[in-house]
């Protein structure tokens, strides 16, 4: 059996865990909100609509903060259309997915359901075809509590307390030639300045996310961030990134080294933050919002994007059926986010629901759980307090993009209200399982209180309409602690979630 050394002190922390790194995303895009989150003639659903079987999903995913409405969708949306009465709504030609938008799901809407989700909404407000009053009006409708006109609007909509959405995006991927209203970097730069200046005059408690690049790989990376930052570094709190890994090869150890890839792209942009408050002489600390990334490639490969017809109202794109292996590199791209929680204060898997989702609905159905669900629900619900430095001596390989990579990729996370200690550990390795000796600097009297196991006999297995529990996690993980010590036997290619708390004496 190969055998693997890892070193964690309560010392050594990386630095707190922002809750919200555990975020998601919504965007009016497939069927991610009509006969996603929303289907009014579902025997689920609620007074207003919602699918109370989905509602009930994302509660136990314990997901902070909701980005909405996009995405791509937004560069071309008029906000005004989904507010106020629904029969007079207006139905749109939808360009970024070709779709009909029939506007019966809006801003009040959202809220509302963010509400009995348990969750908050990241607003991102459109910088393609619209602008500086766009938005101003879109943050006054929200946040102002009333007495000017688009605040009273709200009201007379039935919502009279201010929604007080705390973040907001400037814009989604403007950098990419697919946007609605693609820009330059300075020609971004300055309309992100300029509007953040004044939904900041409207309300200055909230955050803003300037767009990063749509990916690593686009040309323009790392000077646009450079640029854009050059134009907003005093007015802005986050810059986003993106990512979306594919495996179209079929070569399983490269694809699951692809979260060393997602580090180096985190490491980028910190550099280049940094450059740019040095270049200003600024003291202040511009943070990263990861607001897109997961697997994604299934739908595209086979083709099912392609055929569906555009102009239908409900039109499903990019509605992956994920396996066992996705949720292995899920499970590294969610430990490589905490290792660098420092500077990682927010992050969304996209997306929630039907499109690149860990939750499926049958339209009139079942709604299920995808492999990804499951390292997701236990990132979010055990990974918090504060994120530990692991120092890791593993067997490596090489793979095709990558060399030394360790079989071995860990964090874990201290919740020091609770005394509670979680190891997220995955072993990359498809033939052997791996003893891992984790000593625990500074951490006496401890006992586990479990040791969940995330494995499959097949890497190509998911779940399934049919068999909507073909993969789940089982609890019955190989772990012994004998002083500081804890021992594991992690199984081949497996997530594994470790809890440990304090022994009552
Ligand atoms: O999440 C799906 C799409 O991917 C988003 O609309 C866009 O921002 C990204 O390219």
């Given at each position: 059996m190969k055998k693997a050394k890892v070193i964690y002190d309560k010392e050594f922390v990386i630095g707190q865990v922002d809750k919200r790194i555990y975020g998601s995303f919504l965007e009016h895009m497939g069927r991610a909100i009509y006969t996603g989150?929303?289907?009014?003639?579902?025997?689920?659903?609620?007074?207003?609509?919602?699918?109370?079987?989905?509602?009930?999903?994302?509660?136990?995913?314990?997901?902070?903060?909701?980005?909405?409405?996009?995405?791509?969708?937004?560069?071309?949306?008029?906000?005004?259309?989904?507010?106020?009465?629904k029969e007079k709504r207006p139905r749109r030609l939808e360009l970024a997915w070709r779709a009909i938008e029939t506007n019966e799901v809006g801003v009040n809407e959202f809220v509302e359901w963010a509400k009995r989700a348990n969750t908050s909404v990241m607003m991102t407000v459109n910088l393609g075809t619209r602008g500086i009053d766009a938005a101003r009006n879109l943050v006054e409708y929200c946040n102002f509590p009333g007495g000017t006109y688009y605040s009273d609007l709200r009201r007379q909509h039935g919502y009279q307390q201010p929604h007080n959405i705390k973040v907001w995006c400037l814009g989604?991927?403007?950098?990419?030639?697919?946007?609605?209203?693609?820009?330059?970097?300075?020609?971004?730069?300055?309309?992100?300045?300029?509007?953040?200046?004044?939904?900041?005059?409207?309300?200055?408690?909230?955050?803003?996310?300037?767009?990063?690049?749509?990916?690593?790989?686009?040309?323009?990376?790392?000077?646009?961030?450079?640029?854009?930052?050059?134009?907003?570094?005093?007015?802005?709190?986050?810059?986003?990134?993106?990512v979306y890994y594919g495996n179209p090869e079929k070569d399983t150890m490269n694809f699951v080294a692809k979260s060393l890839e997602m580090e180096e792209f985190i490491k980028t942009v910190i550099s280049t933050i940094d450059y740019v408050k040095a270049k200003k002489r600024s003291k202040k600390v511009v943070n990263i919002s990861f607001d897109e990334w997961n697997v994604w490639y299934h739908a595209h490969l086979e083709?099912?994007?392609?055929?569906?017809?555009?102009?239908?109202?409900?039109?499903?794109?990019?509605?992956?059926?994920?396996?066992?292996?996705?949720?292995?590199?899920?499970?590294?791209?969610?430990?490589?986010?905490?290792?660098?929680?420092?500077?990682?204060?927010?992050?969304?898997?996209?997306?929630?629901?039907?499109?690149?989702?860990?939750?499926?609905?049958?339209?009139?159905?079942?709604?299920?759980?995808?492999?990804?669900?499951?390292?997701?629900?236990?990132?979010?619900?055990?990974?918090?307090?504060?994120?530990?430095?692991?120092?890791?001596n593993s067997p490596k390989y090489d793979?095709?993009?990558?060399?030394?990579?360790?079989?071995?990729?860990?964090?874990?996370?201290?919740?020091?209200?609770?005394?509670?200690?979680?190891?997220?550990?995955?072993?990359?390795?498809?033939?052997?399982?791996?003893?891992?000796?984790?000593?625990?600097?500074?951490?006496?009297?401890?006992?586990?209180?479990?040791?969940?196991?995330?494995?499959s006999d097949d890497i190509y297995k998911g779940n399934t309409q049919d068999k909507p529990d073909n993969v789940v996690p089982h609890k019955g993980g190989n772990s012994r602690i004998e002083g500081n010590v804890l021992t594991s036997i992690l199984p081949k290619f497996s997530w594994n979630v470790i809890r440990l708390k304090k022994k009552e004496n």
């Open positions: 989150i929303y289907e009014p003639d579902h025997p689920q659903a609620d007074e207003m609509g919602f699918r109370k079987d989905v509602l009930e999903l994302v509660r136990k995913l314990n997901v902070p903060i909701v980005r909405y409405p996009g995405g791509n969708f937004v560069s071309g949306y008029n906000w005004e259309d989904g507010i106020g009465p989604n991927e403007m950098d990419g030639d697919w946007q609605i209203g693609h820009k330059t970097a300075h020609e971004y730069g300055r309309i992100a300045r300029e509007t953040a200046k004044v939904m900041k005059w409207v309300d200055p408690s909230i955050e803003l996310v300037a767009a990063g690049s749509s990916g690593p790989k686009m040309p323009t990376f790392p000077e646009w961030e450079a640029i854009v930052l050059d134009h907003t570094y005093d007015l802005v709190d986050y810059v986003s990134l993106h083709g099912k994007d392609q055929k569906a017809e555009p102009w239908a109202q409900i039109r499903a794109i990019a509605e992956e059926d994920y396996v066992f292996e996705d949720a292995i590199l899920v499970g590294c791209m969610l430990i490589a986010l905490l290792k660098h929680c420092d500077r990682v204060k927010m992050a969304c898997m996209a997306q929630l629901v039907n499109v690149i989702a860990p939750i499926t609905t049958v339209k009139g159905g079942i709604a299920y759980r995808q492999v990804i669900y499951y390292p997701f629900m236990h990132a979010a619900n055990f990974g918090h307090g504060v994120a530990l430095l692991p120092k890791v793979s095709k993009d990558f060399t030394d990579v360790p079989y071995i990729e860990t964090v874990a996370t201290y919740n020091e209200e609770k005394d509670e200690i979680t190891v997220f550990a995955v072993n990359r390795d498809l033939e052997e399982e791996m003893q891992v000796e984790f000593k625990l600097d500074g951490f006496e009297g401890f006992e586990v209180v479990e040791h969940i196991v995330y494995e």
